[in-house]
Each structure stands twice: as C-alpha cells, then as structure tokens.
C-alpha cells in the first residue's frame, strides 16, 4: 500500500491565473479571440533544482521556464497557459501528482 500523497498549505505560497483561450461573437457578429481567467490559485514555485530537467524535456530553452505545483483541478490541459507576475507561460506538460491530489505544471514563458 502507497502512503497518500499531500500537498501542504504552506508550500502555496504563490498566486497564479490560469487562462484558457475562447472565442465569441461581438455586437457586430464579429468573432472575436481572446484569452479568458478561469481560475486564480494557491501555487507552490519549484524552483534551481528542476533546470536540467526542464532541458531535458522539453529541449533547450532561450525562454524562461516554471514549475508550479497546484491542487487538484479537472480539465486543465497543455491548451490551457498560466499568468504570474505579469508573465504569461504556455503550459507544456500537466502531470497529476497522486490520485487527484494535486498538479505538476511545466510551463514555457512566451517570447
């Protein structure tokens, strides 16, 4: 039996938005794209240690590049991208971290 996975309140320590790309119809019957919040966040930033992996991964990087860890949340896909600190970063990878416990995002700031 594997013991259960926790993500302690502690760690959130960060606020992060996440944003997912839609698309409407203006006054004008004019579609009109843009990017939506979904939801603002507790996260946990993990940060120097996960450099080479990150280079591994997802390749050499000219970009800035994050590791946020967060609660749970259903539906959250790599179409989705994270806003902090004024930087918007496309997710990468979403990887659960336990059963529904919690969510490893792999992000790439955007150029």
């Given amino acids: 039996m594997t013991p259960d996975v926790t993500i302690s309140a502690g760690t959130l320590d960060r606020i992060v938005t ?5 698309s409407t119809i203006n006054d004008a019957g004019t ?7 979904i939801a603002t ?3 946990q930033l993990v940060q120097a240690t996960t450099g080479e992996y990150i280079v ?12 946020f860890i967060i609660r749970w ?8 991208r994270i806003s902090y600190n004024g930087v918007i970063y496309n997710l990468k990878d979403v990887a659960e971290i336990g059963r529904r416990v919690g969510l490893e995002l792999r992000c790439q700031a955007l150029s």
């Fill in 31 to 37: 579609p009109v794209e843009t990017w939506a919040d």
């Fill in 56 to 67: 591994a991964n997802l390749g050499a990087l000219d970009k800035a590049a994050m590791i």
């Fill in 18 to 22: 996440i944003q997912r790309f839609t």
């Fill in 73 to 80: 949340m259903d539906g959250l896909t790599n179409a989705d």
């Fill in 41 to 43: 966040v507790r996260a």
